[in-house]
Protein backbone atom coordinates (compact mmCIF):
# COMPACT_ATOMS: atom_id res chain seq x y z
CA UNK A 1 0.00 0.00 0.00
CA UNK A 2 1.06 3.99 0.26
CA UNK A 3 3.14 4.83 2.62
CA UNK A 4 3.61 8.58 3.12
CA UNK A 5 6.30 10.41 5.10
CA UNK A 6 6.48 13.91 6.56
CA UNK A 7 9.06 16.65 7.58
CA UNK A 8 9.70 17.88 9.69
CA UNK A 9 7.86 16.73 12.22
CA UNK A 10 7.83 20.29 13.91
CA UNK A 11 8.48 23.51 12.68
CA UNK A 12 8.58 26.59 14.55
CA UNK A 13 9.13 29.89 12.39
CA UNK A 14 8.81 33.70 13.30
CA UNK A 15 5.46 35.75 12.16
CA UNK A 16 6.30 37.29 8.63
CA UNK A 17 8.70 34.13 8.04
CA UNK A 18 8.15 31.43 4.97
CA UNK A 19 7.06 27.68 6.16
CA UNK A 20 7.68 24.73 4.16
CA UNK A 21 6.39 21.19 4.88
CA UNK A 22 7.85 18.32 2.81
CA UNK A 23 6.09 14.83 1.93
CA UNK A 24 7.15 11.88 0.07
CA UNK A 25 5.02 8.96 -1.07
CA UNK A 26 5.65 5.35 -2.31
CA UNK A 27 3.26 4.43 -4.72
CA UNK A 28 3.68 5.57 -8.24
CA UNK A 29 -0.31 5.39 -9.03
CA UNK A 30 -0.83 8.08 -6.72
CA UNK A 31 -2.91 11.09 -8.53
CA UNK A 32 -4.31 13.35 -6.18
CA UNK A 33 -2.52 14.72 -2.97
CA UNK A 34 -4.39 17.14 -0.79
CA UNK A 35 -2.94 18.94 2.32
CA UNK A 36 -4.97 19.67 5.55
CA UNK A 37 -5.03 21.59 8.50
CA UNK A 38 -6.17 20.40 12.01
CA UNK A 39 -6.63 22.64 14.85
CA UNK A 40 -6.62 21.55 18.32
CA UNK A 41 -9.74 19.49 19.08
CA UNK A 42 -10.97 19.78 15.35
CA UNK A 43 -10.71 17.56 12.66
CA UNK A 44 -8.87 17.97 9.78
CA UNK A 45 -9.89 20.81 7.36
CA UNK A 46 -8.67 20.64 3.79
CA UNK A 47 -6.87 23.94 2.50
CA UNK A 48 -5.66 23.25 -0.68
CA UNK A 49 -4.49 19.96 -3.05
CA UNK A 50 -3.14 19.06 -6.08
CA UNK A 51 -3.48 17.05 -9.12
CA UNK A 52 -0.92 15.03 -10.85
CA UNK A 53 -1.58 16.58 -14.37
CA UNK A 54 -0.16 19.65 -12.39
CA UNK A 55 3.47 20.89 -10.92
CA UNK A 56 2.12 23.89 -8.40
CA UNK A 57 -1.05 25.45 -7.39
CA UNK A 58 -1.40 28.82 -5.06
CA UNK A 59 -3.93 29.92 -3.53
CA UNK A 60 -2.78 33.28 -1.53
CA UNK A 61 -0.35 33.06 0.69
CA UNK A 62 -0.11 28.85 0.01
CA UNK A 63 1.48 26.81 -2.44
CA UNK A 64 1.59 23.55 -2.90
CA UNK A 65 4.30 22.01 -5.83
CA UNK A 66 4.41 18.44 -6.87
CA UNK A 67 7.87 16.26 -8.20
CA UNK A 68 5.91 12.82 -10.19
CA UNK A 69 9.18 12.24 -10.67
CA UNK A 70 10.93 12.14 -7.74
CA UNK A 71 7.46 11.27 -5.75
CA UNK A 72 7.60 14.48 -3.29
CA UNK A 73 5.79 17.36 -2.59
CA UNK A 74 5.27 20.41 -0.68
CA UNK A 75 3.54 22.97 0.94
CA UNK A 76 4.44 26.62 1.43
CA UNK A 77 3.00 28.97 3.45
CA UNK A 78 4.46 32.54 3.08
CA UNK A 79 4.23 35.80 5.15
CA UNK A 80 2.80 33.34 8.20
CA UNK A 81 1.07 35.01 11.21
CA UNK A 82 0.04 33.57 14.17
CA UNK A 83 -3.11 31.98 13.32
CA UNK A 84 -1.77 29.46 10.61
CA UNK A 85 -0.06 27.87 13.56
CA UNK A 86 -1.90 23.99 13.62
CA UNK A 87 -0.82 20.63 12.58
CA UNK A 88 -1.00 19.96 8.94
CA UNK A 89 -0.72 17.08 7.07
CA UNK A 90 0.11 16.01 3.75
CA UNK A 91 -2.06 13.18 2.01
CA UNK A 92 -1.67 10.79 -1.21
CA UNK A 93 -4.56 9.02 -3.17
CA UNK A 94 -4.63 6.49 -5.10
CA UNK A 95 -7.41 5.25 -7.01
CA UNK A 96 -8.85 2.20 -5.77
CA UNK A 97 -12.11 0.21 -6.74
CA UNK A 98 -13.00 3.95 -8.28
CA UNK A 99 -12.64 5.81 -4.89
CA UNK A 100 -9.28 7.96 -3.88
CA UNK A 101 -8.96 6.84 -0.39
CA UNK A 102 -6.19 9.39 0.88
CA UNK A 103 -3.31 7.80 3.01
CA UNK A 104 -1.53 10.45 5.38
CA UNK A 105 1.33 11.45 7.03
CA UNK A 106 2.20 12.14 10.33
CA UNK A 107 1.84 15.73 10.40
CA UNK A 108 3.65 18.90 10.97
CA UNK A 109 3.30 21.24 13.99
CA UNK A 110 3.90 24.37 13.01
CA UNK A 111 4.17 27.25 15.56
CA UNK A 112 4.26 30.93 14.49
CA UNK A 113 6.32 33.18 17.07
CA UNK A 114 3.99 36.27 17.11
CA UNK B 1 -24.00 23.63 8.93
CA UNK B 2 -24.12 21.51 6.06
CA UNK B 3 -20.84 20.06 7.19
CA UNK B 4 -20.35 16.21 8.69
CA UNK B 5 -21.64 15.84 11.83
CA UNK B 6 -20.71 13.67 14.31
CA UNK B 7 -22.15 12.60 17.86
CA UNK B 8 -20.79 12.33 20.35
CA UNK B 9 -18.18 14.44 20.09
CA UNK B 10 -16.73 12.67 23.34
CA UNK B 11 -17.33 9.46 25.02
CA UNK B 12 -15.65 7.65 28.34
CA UNK B 13 -16.15 4.37 29.08
CA UNK B 14 -14.91 1.28 30.74
CA UNK B 15 -12.51 -1.08 29.66
CA UNK B 16 -15.08 -3.91 28.20
CA UNK B 17 -17.87 -1.97 27.52
CA UNK B 18 -19.36 -1.11 23.78
CA UNK B 19 -19.85 2.26 22.51
CA UNK B 20 -21.49 3.33 18.59
CA UNK B 21 -20.26 6.44 17.00
CA UNK B 22 -22.75 8.30 14.55
CA UNK B 23 -21.94 10.19 11.42
CA UNK B 24 -24.04 12.42 8.96
CA UNK B 25 -22.22 13.31 5.75
CA UNK B 26 -22.74 15.79 4.01
CA UNK B 27 -26.07 15.79 2.58
CA UNK B 28 -25.39 15.21 -1.25
CA UNK B 29 -22.57 12.85 -0.71
CA UNK B 30 -23.08 9.28 -1.53
CA UNK B 31 -19.28 8.25 0.12
CA UNK B 32 -18.75 7.46 3.72
CA UNK B 33 -15.09 7.16 5.36
CA UNK B 34 -14.12 6.01 9.15
CA UNK B 35 -10.76 6.99 10.20
CA UNK B 36 -8.74 6.97 13.50
CA UNK B 37 -6.29 9.12 14.73
CA UNK B 38 -4.09 8.22 17.60
CA UNK B 39 -2.25 11.40 19.45
CA UNK B 40 1.04 12.34 16.99
CA UNK B 41 -0.26 10.90 14.72
CA UNK B 42 -2.17 11.18 10.86
CA UNK B 43 -5.51 9.68 10.26
CA UNK B 44 -5.53 6.49 9.87
CA UNK B 45 -8.43 4.50 7.04
CA UNK B 46 -10.52 2.23 9.00
CA UNK B 47 -13.51 0.99 6.20
CA UNK B 48 -15.35 3.48 3.49
CA UNK B 49 -18.79 2.96 2.14
CA UNK B 50 -20.61 3.40 -1.63
CA UNK B 51 -24.14 4.20 -0.30
CA UNK B 52 -25.03 1.44 1.86
CA UNK B 53 -22.41 -0.78 0.54
CA UNK B 54 -19.23 -0.89 2.47
CA UNK B 55 -16.36 -1.94 -0.51
CA UNK B 56 -13.22 -1.57 1.54
CA UNK B 57 -12.12 -2.57 5.04
CA UNK B 58 -8.35 -1.70 6.32
CA UNK B 59 -6.59 -4.78 8.37
CA UNK B 60 -6.98 -2.12 11.18
CA UNK B 61 -10.51 -2.95 11.16
CA UNK B 62 -10.25 -5.78 13.76
CA UNK B 63 -13.58 -8.06 14.36
CA UNK B 64 -14.56 -5.91 17.39
CA UNK B 65 -15.39 -2.93 15.57
CA UNK B 66 -18.44 -3.05 12.97
CA UNK B 67 -19.61 -0.46 10.30
CA UNK B 68 -22.74 0.38 8.84
CA UNK B 69 -24.64 2.38 6.80
CA UNK B 70 -28.17 0.89 6.39
CA UNK B 71 -29.86 3.86 4.15
CA UNK B 72 -26.53 4.87 2.51
CA UNK B 73 -27.49 8.28 4.29
CA UNK B 74 -26.29 7.94 8.00
CA UNK B 75 -23.29 5.65 9.40
CA UNK B 76 -22.59 3.89 12.72
CA UNK B 77 -19.11 2.60 13.64
CA UNK B 78 -19.21 0.10 16.72
CA UNK B 79 -16.70 -1.24 19.44
CA UNK B 80 -17.09 -3.92 21.10
CA UNK B 81 -15.66 -5.50 24.42
CA UNK B 82 -13.09 -1.62 24.34
CA UNK B 83 -9.74 -1.89 25.09
CA UNK B 84 -7.76 1.05 26.38
CA UNK B 85 -5.87 0.69 22.97
CA UNK B 86 -8.71 1.83 21.28
CA UNK B 87 -8.55 5.14 22.62
CA UNK B 88 -8.28 7.38 20.00
CA UNK B 89 -10.08 10.23 17.83
CA UNK B 90 -12.66 8.48 15.21
CA UNK B 91 -13.41 10.59 12.14
CA UNK B 92 -15.64 10.16 9.76
CA UNK B 93 -15.45 12.01 6.35
CA UNK B 94 -17.56 12.32 3.29
CA UNK B 95 -17.36 13.03 -0.77
CA UNK B 96 -18.84 12.59 -3.98
CA UNK B 97 -18.57 9.80 -5.94
CA UNK B 98 -17.09 12.29 -8.41
CA UNK B 99 -14.55 13.52 -6.55
CA UNK B 100 -11.06 13.19 -5.00
CA UNK B 101 -11.80 15.35 -1.85
CA UNK B 102 -12.52 14.19 1.56
CA UNK B 103 -14.54 16.42 3.91
CA UNK B 104 -14.07 15.51 7.61
CA UNK B 105 -16.06 15.81 10.91
CA UNK B 106 -14.89 17.28 14.01
CA UNK B 107 -14.62 13.70 15.23
CA UNK B 108 -15.52 11.55 18.04
CA UNK B 109 -13.07 11.43 20.90
CA UNK B 110 -13.37 7.62 22.91
CA UNK B 111 -11.76 7.59 26.11
CA UNK B 112 -11.43 4.03 27.79
CA UNK B 113 -10.87 3.79 30.84
Known amino acids: GENVEQHPSTLSVQEGDSAVIKCTYSDSASNYFPWYKQELGKGPQLIID?????GEKKDQRIAVTLNKTAKHFSLHITETQPEDSAVYFC?????????????FGRGTSLIVHP | DTGVSQDPRHKITKRGQNVTFRCDPISEHNRLYWYRQTLGQGPEFLTYFQNEAQLEKSRLLSDRFSAERPKGSFSTLEIQRTEQGDSAMYLC???????????FGEGSWLTVV
Open chain 1, 50 to 54: IRSNV
Open chain 2, 93 to 103: ASSLSSGNTIY
Open chain 1, 91 to 103: AASTPSGGSYIPT
